[in-house]
């Protein structure tokens, strides 16, 4: 069986790339899978390119790279933000992928010894995992692309085709030629655009809350007790509080994990919606209506503005005091443009030298974009 | 409540608007609801045309005919061709859509009393319910435009700004301005390839062969007594059948069908892939790992195929001679690029007459294009 | 210097592809060089296909093939249909392509030998010249794709990459796999639309009938003895007949006609403009100020309607009664959708037959669409 | 006659938006004409979403800007970038298009009164000016689309129409919506790109500098007593130093500036190749054929570089000292992405306060941004 037919992998076709983001973006109803294959051309492409320019790849190197990036999200959850903070806690997905993959290796026989170094960044040729994952990969090359095509949002269109034929390679480290850096500018402000207009919009975040707290409150229930409808896999997790060495180790832990995809979560919910517990039935049926909570970015008075929902909420839903947290509640989101920490966009400047982006002359991306954009929010509950 | 937000409606946002064809094509994963809202605005575009030529339509009757095309894809069941073959047997999805809209206008008090009558074609402005279903609606045109983008398939696209621009009305008839039988033959041609080149792909006919095969797998099991884990909403359609009757007079029926959709399929098929009885299970494994039938069209001989592909499968397989028809079996296909005794494309012409498009003069769209074509074909498993 | 850089061939640079009929789709002002390097381009990925199928071909059939295509529209004067309607009468665009192919040849020591054979089809290897020259070739595909492109015509889009991956080759033929028959139709009926609504469209055909009127009315007045300002190419053809034995024979007429351009016309019409003579003035002062001949295709009673115009034009422009036809004439145009007559699209079916496209069971592509369709017309000057 | 029938409009027919840029780019031919139709249109989509908001816009109002922003560029004469260094020096093609806007407000009896006004700016609805004529402006907003279009640079396009969308209006000023802010910032970058990567293209600004050459050659002789060949407007402009007085009252100055356009340039050249003065001939063919200047940007050693190609240049083309000029020379472009110092783009924000796009909190645009970059060139001819 080739890996990409292997049902953990298949799997990736029930999971939507964007999450609920299609509550507000309609068309925006891909899936990780399709991106995972358009990740897996692009590198090829990209691998093509170095070869044009006499950057020496052998077979197995190319193959062990585009497995890594085939299989970088294949540690993906459903609607893995709401999952990393509700379901299965404080466990990031590039973890996840890990694990699979280490697991996957063992299934075929060590095939994908290589695609792990790739993966954790251990292989020689360093390249190869930054074209995986830095700041300009072809992982975000392929999203940025995929998510405004299908969202809509035209603006966040990346000229891929040209970073790619600008790519090259010294000392092992991806570089991107200096005629190119136009092209970097132009894709590092698109990822901004659908940062703060598509993936953190107010209305997406608002839905991604609603979920989180589905499934904080139906574990609440299990917790104490209560019998939920839910799949075999769904309950696995609603039932257990799975740590890392639990997916490392227990073989059911992680056959659950790879058998639960968007749709475990979604006949969930849809079946809540009409339990005896009345914060999770009206969770559930805010979801299944598109009843969504209400978000103000940024509220000049924020004390204020809770207050005067709760006062809504409990007349309008006579709540517990305790379960009006359920309703009405603050928080922040935040974002950087460009992380001048994380690992580096560095550019081949035509004089020989090396230059990170945010350090070369005239350059947009400087000490202002570096810096995080943080956000603070109140969310409530609206009536219709 | 806006009808756009009834959970019933809301329910098209997790149906597939071309079932399995993303097991073929993998960007195909857009849904049945956001072809309802594109047929919407392609609706208000058209009736903006005609009161620009001063055909004379009321707010009335534009909402009405907005609500119509909204609402005529409302009662398609979780992957339609599987279920009407299957799960609620010869019942099309235009009779549940009416009985659906029946039902929403009661709870909305009458409001869509004219949108029925559009539906059934009993008002007397005809046009508006060719515009709804016809064969050059603005169904089509939506589904056309739609699923070529999606699917990447852009020889399918179709010029529906044109198509819409050249409609007009005469005693009350929806006809296309003689200007633009061009821009309709390469609709008609446009249509023509999707449904040979996509929508009866042989990978794909073989997809939903596999969906109806487990249905109706799961079916009899139930029947016989079998349990069979499944969400509420399947569960009652694998224990019941339906009748039309039922839906309009019995509540639970017509609650149940409108909570069902993709997602409840889904987690059924991956729960039964695990299921003891070995036909059901072989088949779900089938389609959780995208292991599908192979199809061959038109075989030269039939007999001999079907008889070399059973021996194949007794071999591997090792199952009664009576479940070997879930393995290894025959059928047909056909569609028609234009049927001249369907509603009818009529033209009208410069001199004033009017026409059909298969009787304009040198036009594409002629006696050969009226017939329908139809393909046999062998369906069987095969090792992967 | 590189062939592409010859000024006989950068002169395409200043010459439109589609003439005149930017005046009706303003966009449309794209040139033959630029569809001469997008016609070489689709060659290249044409070959490369073939190459990947196995079919032997060498480096030097390879450039051959894509300098054949690359010059196979050297030939073509400025306006093209008005030149070889008026100015170089009955002299073909391909023999003067030859020709100049020809006298390149020598300037490079026989460097296009074998392209030449391509070009003339006696070369071995018979699809290289079909490549260049056909129903199917990548002449029409780039020209087809190209002008959609920029007349906005977004109908005329041809699949051309997929297309090209259809391509193969048996016994030293050109042929379409059976799998990709729906794309040849959908390019068959695109340049069927392109043709109507586009290249004959009824304005496009007044300004080309103004443009060749104004060269026949010049040239009769330069053999009558009257002075016309004119760059120096124009002049040359303005005062001479040119044979095809004056092209090939003669230095300086081949060496005028490749320093002439859109531009020597157009200076030419803008000078002729103020002259004294008023049907030449009048001629050109119409197309300086896009005040173009109006046309009625298959008009009811021709007859009535010229003695209509020419009535009209009587009263008011005074003119000469032999002086009238400049201003109200009739005519007629024709296009066939599929010649079978002439060279073959031939099907691979996998039945491992060879079959026409016509003759394929079901095709869209049959004796109706094969005949030519004739269109008469009167065109006339109207006041503005 | 319409004002878009009017000859002095339909010359931009003729003259080319990107001038010499088609030779780098092949497909940017579209032309100014082109171009101010698209703008037009854009007017239009701007004042009908004002309208929506409640911005008080008459018909007159309506007509008025359209005509303005039509009319915006008939002042261009062809390869104005030329014209302005060399054949009408020191005139912008904005004061140019001012003086014929008000003769052709004459002619059309006081029409275009509010149209100058407009685009004056001296009109009370000051918004209108600013839509015609600021850093945020249709013509902007056009001018890239279509740019970005024609040149296949895809990473210069500009989501306009939510930009449009964006725009509101307070006392009489044009702002844009806080929450277009990322779009807006996505239309500077877009504009910083095209620049350095397309308008400041060197090899563009070869062939800009050898066409301002040129024509600068070509005065140098007619003013030594040369009879140079050239059309009659040409010629008009070789022989006398044009100044603003002059065409605004001289009527043969600006009927001669409006009947010159690309092709009186491009014939002009193609005679003047064969000329025997050898600077001008030599010049003229290194056009014709494509044979640009070299062009080094921001060259280390620029006097080692000069020496360095004289030399090369005296050895090949044998010139007097005084001629080499012409062939190896020096100079500096420079760009601002956003000028602070001119016409601000103004943000809406939610609190109501009105902000700089350059003073919002965490916006990209800042000081750095705004500061003009300035790149030095050598210029050179070399051997091909």
């Known amino acids: 069986m080739l890996i990409a037919d292997h049902p953990w992998f298949q799997r990736l076709r029930n999971i939507m790339q964007m999450g609920v983001a299609h509550l507000v973006y309609p068309g925006a109803v ?15 492409k990209a691998l093509d390119e170095l070869t044009v320019k006499g950057i020496d790849t052998s077979i197995e190197d190319r193959t062990a790279a585009r497995l890594a990036i085939l299989l970088h999200d294949v540690g993906h959850g459903p609607f893995s933000h709401a999952l990393e903070h509700s379901l299965i806690k ?18 075929y026989d060590g095939l994908l010894d290589k695609t792990l170094e790739i993966f954790d960044s251990s292989y020689s040729k360093k390249y190869l995992h930054q074209l995986v994952s830095s700041q ?8 940025l692309s995929r998510d405004s095509f299908y969202s809509g949002v035209s603006e966040g269109v990346v ?15 991806l570089l991107v030629e200096e005629k190119g850096i136009y092209s970097v500018e132009k894709f590092i402000i698109a990822r901004r655009l659908m940062y703060w207009q598509v993936y953190l919009h107010k209305t997406v975040l608002g839905a991604e809350l609603l979920l ?9 229930l299990v917790a104490a007790g209560e019998q939920l409808a839910a799949t075999p896999a769904l309950a696995f997790f609603l039932n257990k509080n799975i740590s890392v060495a639990d997916l490392e ?16 979560i979604i006949t969930a919910i849809k079946m809540w919606s009409t339990h005896k517990e009345p914060v999770l039935s009206t969770l559930s049926q805010m979801f299944v209506q598109r009843h969504l909570y209400k978000v103000v970015l940024n509220p000049k008075d924020e004390q204020a503005l809770i207050a005067d929902k709760q006062n809504a909420v ?5 709540l517990s005091e305790q379960d009006l947290s359920y309703f009405v509640f603050a928080g922040e989101t935040s974002n950087s443009t460009y992380n001048a920490q994380d690992a580096h966009i560095n550019i081949a400047m035509k004089d020989g030298t090396i230059c990170d982006i945010s350090e ?25």
């Open 159 to 173: 000229g891929y085709d040209r970073i790619l034929k600008m790519f090259t390679v010294q000392n092992n480290e």
């Open 30 to 44: 891909h899936t990780r899978f399709l991106h995972s294959l358009g990740a897996c051309h692009l590198m090829g």
């Open 314 to 318: 409990r007349r309008a839903l006579g």
């Open 212 to 220: 989180v707290n589905i499934l904080k409150r139906a574990k609440e």
């Open 90 to 107: 404080g466990i990031s997905h590039e973890t996840v992928s890990r694990i699979i993959i280490q697991k996957l290796n063992k299934q």
């Open 136 to 143: 300009l990969d072809v992982d975000r090359l392929d999203y």
């Open 360 to 384: 070369v002359e005239n350059s947009l991306v400087n000490q202002t974009l570096s810096t995080a954009v943080t956000k603070t929010y109140v969310c409530y509950w609206q009536a219709k």
């Open 249 to 264: 180790q227990n073989d059911e832990a992680i056959n659950q994990f790879c058998s639960m995809d968007d749709t475990d």
